[in-house]
C-alpha cells in the first residue's frame, strides 16, 4: 500500500512552523486515540499513521531528508530507522507532546486498558568503518554500557493500582460525569513495584554491564546513517522491555578513493613518457588492488570507467563504478639535453593539440557521464 503524504496526514502545509505541526499532531492524536475509539482498527491505523509522521516531521533532521527524499529517505529495510511505530515508541512520543496534560502523559493503550509495558530507553553509538568494510559489509564486535535488571531484583504487585497499573477516577464535567484512566503513577503503568533488590542495584533495580554486542553492517551504509539493533539497549524494570541501540555510522576517509553515493573516484598520475607509450598501473579498489592498461597516447582528463568496483547500493541492487581520472604529470625542471629535445619539438606536427570527440573535455565527459 503506499503510504500517504507526511504532511497531508497531519493536514498541515510544507511551511507548517514547528509548533503548528505539533498542534496538528495533537489534535490528530486525541481524535484517533485509542481510548477513545475502542477496537476501532481504522483508527488505530490512523492513530499509528499520524504518529509516525509526527516521529517525521518532528525532527529537523528526518524532515529535512523527507522533504527532499519522500518515503525513500527511511526505506532500506533490515531493520533500518523510520518505517512503521510501535505503541511503545507511540506512547513515549507524548511526554514531549501533551507534558502530563493527561496524567504522567500516557493513556491506557490497547486491549482493554491493560498494563502498559514499560520500555527502556536508547542508547546510542558511533561506528567507524572503512571504505573497504563499508563495501563488503562487516560483522562488528562492539563493548557496549547498558543497563541490565540486576539478578537477585524481586517485584510484586502495585499496591496503589491492584497490578492493573491503571487508576480510574470519575470526574464531573459540564457534560456529565466522565471516568477517565490514567496509569499509576506509583508503578508508571507497570503493574509492578520492586520488592527485594541488589545494593549495587539504582532504584529501578538495573545496574550498568558491559557487554559486546555483535553488529551486522550491511554493504552500501553512509556516513551518519543510523542502524537499529532492537532490544539491545537499556533494560527496564520488571516485565518492561529493552530499549534499542542506534548505530550511527561514521565513515573513515579513504587515502586514496574519493567516495560519491555508489561511485568512486582515484586519481591516477602517469609520467610523460608512460602517456606517450602507453603502460598498465596498479590501482587500489575497494577489493583489493588491481593492474589497468593505459592505452598509448593517453590525454590528462581521460576518465577511465570500472564498471561494478564502486560501492553495492544499500538497497541490495547494482554496485557503482569506479571512476579513474587520467593526470599526465608533465615536469617541471628538465635537464639540458631533453630542454633541447623539447625545443626541437616544438614546430612538430605530432606535438600539435587536435582534439578529436574522443577527446572531449573534461566537462563533456562529466556531463554525459551522468545524462
Ligand atoms: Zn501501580
Same mark, same amino acid.
Given at each position: 500500500?503506499?503510504?500517504?503524504?507526511?504532511?497531508?496526514?497531519?493536514?498541515?502545509?510544507?511551511?507548517?512552523?514547528?509548533?503548528?505541526?505539533?498542534?496538528?499532531?495533537?489534535?490528530?492524536?486525541?481524535?484517533?486515540?485509542?481510548?477513545?475509539?475502542?477496537?476501532?482498527?481504522?483508527?488505530?491505523?490512523?492513530?499509528?499513521?499520524?504518529?509516525?509522521?509526527?516521529?517525521?516531521?518532528?525532527?529537523?533532521?528526518?524532515?529535512?531528508?523527507?522533504?527532499?527524499?519522500?518515503?525513500?529517505?527511511?526505506?532500506?529495510?533490515?531493520?533500518?530507522?523510520?518505517?512503521?511505530?510501535?505503541?511503545?515508541?507511540?506512547?513515549?512520543?507524548?511526554?514531549?507532546?501533551?507534558?502530563?496534560?493527561?496524567?504522567?502523559?500516557?493513556?491506557?493503550?490497547?486491549?482493554?486498558?491493560?498494563?502498559?509495558?514499560?520500555?527502556?530507553?536508547?542508547?546510542?553509538?558511533?561506528?567507524?568503518?572503512?571504505?573497504?568494510?563499508?563495501?563488503?559489509?562487516?560483522?562488528?564486535?562492539?563493548?557496549?554500557?547498558?543497563?541490565?535488571?540486576?539478578?537477585?531484583?524481586?517485584?510484586?504487585?502495585?499496591?496503589?493500582?491492584?497490578?492493573?497499573?491503571?487508576?480510574?477516577?470519575?470526574?464531573?464535567?459540564?457534560?456529565?460525569?466522565?471516568?477517565?484512566?490514567?496509569?499509576?503513577?506509583?508503578?508508571?503503568?507497570?503493574?509492578?513495584?520492586?520488592?527485594?533488590?541488589?545494593?549495587?542495584?539504582?532504584?529501578?533495580?538495573?545496574?550498568?554491564?558491559?557487554?559486546? $554486542?555483535? @553488529? *551486522?553492517?550491511? %554493504? /552500501? #551504509?553512509?556516513?551518519?546513517?543510523? =542502524?537499529?539493533?532492537? !532490544? +539491545? &539497549?537499556?533494560?527496564?524494570?520488571?516485565?518492561?522491555?529493552?530499549?534499542?541501540?542506534?548505530?550511527?555510522?561514521?565513515?573513515?576517509?579513504?587515502?586514496?578513493?574519493?567516495?560519491?553515493?555508489?561511485?568512486?573516484?582515484?586519481?591516477?598520475?602517469?609520467?610523460?613518457?608512460?602517456?606517450?607509450?602507453?603502460?598498465?598501473?596498479?590501482?587500489?579498489?575497494?577489493?583489493?588492488? $588491481?593492474? @589497468? *592498461?593505459?592505452? %598509448? /597516447? #593517453?590525454?590528462?582528463?581521460?576518465? =577511465?570507467?570500472?564498471? !561494478? +568496483? &564502486?560501492?553495492?547500493?544499500?538497497?541490495?541492487?547494482?554496485?557503482?563504478?569506479?571512476?579513474?581520472?587520467?593526470?599526465?604529470?608533465?615536469?617541471?625542471?628538465?635537464?639540458?639535453?631533453?630542454?633541447?629535445?623539447?625545443?626541437?619539438?616544438?614546430?612538430?606536427?605530432?606535438?600539435?593539440?587536435?582534439?578529436?570527440?574522443?577527446?572531449?573535455?573534461?566537462?563533456?565527459?562529466?556531463?554525459?557521464?551522468?545524462?
Amino acid at each position: 500500500m503506499a503510504k500517504r503524504d507526511y504532511y497531508d496526514i497531519l493536514g498541515v502545509n510544507k511551511n507548517a512552523s514547528e509548533a503548528e505541526i505539533k498542534k496538528a499532531y495533537r489534535k490528530k492524536a486525541i481524535e484517533y486515540h485509542p481510548d477513545k475509539n475502542p477496537d476501532n482498527k481504522e483508527a488505530e491505523a490512523k492513530f499509528k499513521e499520524a504518529a509516525e509522521a509526527y516521529e517525521v516531521l518532528s525532527n529537523a533532521d528526518k524532515k529535512a531528508r523527507y522533504d527532499q527524499f519522500g518515503h525513500q529517505a527511511f526505506e532500506g529495510g533490515g531493520g533500518f530507522n523510520g518505517g512503521g511505530m510501535n505503541m511503545d515508541d507511540i506512547f513515549s512520543q507524548f511526554g514531549d507532546i501533551f507534558g502530563g496534560a493527561f496524567g504522567g502523559g500516557g493513556f491506557s493503550g490497547f486491549g482493554g486498558g491493560g498494563q502498559r509495558r514499560v520500555k527502556g530507553s536508547n542508547l546510542r553509538i558511533r561506528v567507524k568503518l572503512n571504505l573497504e568494510e563499508i563495501a563488503n559489509g562487516v560483522e562488528k564486535k562492539i563493548k557496549v554500557k547498558r543497563k541490565v535488571q540486576a539478578p537477585g531484583t524481586t517485584y510484586k504487585t502495585c499496591s496503589t493500582c491492584n497490578g492493573s497499573g491503571q487508576v480510574t477516577r470519575i470526574a464531573n464535567t459540564i457534560l456529565g460525569r466522565m471516568q477517565t484512566s490514567a496509569p499509576c503513577n506509583v508503578c508508571g503503568g507497570a503493574g509492578q513495584v520492586i520488592d527485594k533488590k541488589p545494593a549495587d542495584a539504582d532504584a529501578q533495580g538495573l545496574k550498568i554491564s558491559e557487554e559486546t $554486542v555483535s @553488529i *551486522k553492517i550491511p %554493504a /552500501g #551504509v553512509v556516513d551518519d546513517m543510523q =542502524l537499529k539493533v532492537s !532490544g +539491545k &539497549g537499556n533494560e527496564a524494570p520488571g516485565n518492561g522491555i529493552p530499549g534499542d541501540l542506534i548505530v550511527v555510522i561514521e565513515e573513515e576517509k579513504h587515502d586514496k578513493l574519493q567516495r560519491e553515493g555508489d561511485n568512486l573516484h582515484y586519481d591516477m598520475y602517469v609520467s610523460y613518457p608512460e602517456a606517450v607509450l602507453g603502460t598498465s598501473k596498479e590501482i587500489d579498489t575497494v577489493t583489493g588492488k $588491481v593492474r @589497468i *592498461k593505459v592505452e %598509448a /597516447g #593517453v590525454q590528462s582528463g581521460k576518465i =577511465l570507467r570500472l564498471r !561494478g +568496483k &564502486g560501492i553495492p547500493s544499500i538497497n541490495g541492487y547494482g554496485r557503482g563504478d569506479l571512476l579513474v581520472h587520467v593526470n599526465v604529470w608533465t615536469p617541471k625542471t628538465l635537464s639540458k639535453q631533453q630542454k633541447e629535445f623539447f625545443e626541437s619539438m616544438q614546430n612538430d606536427e605530432h606535438f600539435e593539440p587536435k582534439p578529436d570527440s574522443s577527446d572531449k573535455s573534461f566537462f563533456e565527459k562529466v556531463k554525459d557521464m551522468f545524462s
